[in-house]
């Protein structure tokens, strides 16, 4: 299995804390085309098999699975909203 860079790590730690935090104050300005964005890089990081793996990655698999229940939670929201 290949080593995570602790930089690497981070980064993506920060981006999925950054857009779960955008979704939750205020995704009614994500346009259609940003909602892609957003799916497609969840998409990559649960696709990701190896990511999920190891224990030191837990903390990579656990900012997935609180943006993927944010993502759905507003999905839900949204949806009720709008009927």
Same mark, same amino acid.
């Given at each position: @299995?290949?080593? %995570?860079?602790?930089?690497?790590?981070?980064?993506?730690?920060?981006? @999925?804390?950054?857009?779960? $935090?955008?979704?939750?104050?205020?995704?009614?300005?994500? =346009?259609?085309? $940003?909602?892609?964005?957003? /799916?497609?890089?969840?998409?990559?990081?649960?696709?990701?098999?190896?990511?999920? %793996?190891?224990? %030191?990655? =837990?903390?990579?698999?656990?900012?997935?699975?609180?943006?993927?229940?944010? %993502?759905?939670? @507003?999905?839900?929201? /949204?949806?009720?909203?709008?009927?």
């Amino acid at each position: @299995m290949p080593e %995570v860079d602790t930089e690497r790590l981070e980064y993506n730690v920060c981006v @999925m804390r950054y857009l779960a $935090q955008l979704i939750r104050e205020c995704p009614d300005i994500l =346009s259609a085309y $940003q909602w892609d964005f957003v /799916l497609l890089t969840l998409d990559g990081w649960v696709g990701d098999d190896e990511s999920c %793996v190891s224990c %030191v990655n =837990s903390y990579l698999c656990i900012h997935t699975c609180i943006l993927f229940s944010t %993502v759905l939670y @507003m999905f839900q929201k /949204l949806n009720i909203t709008q009927h």
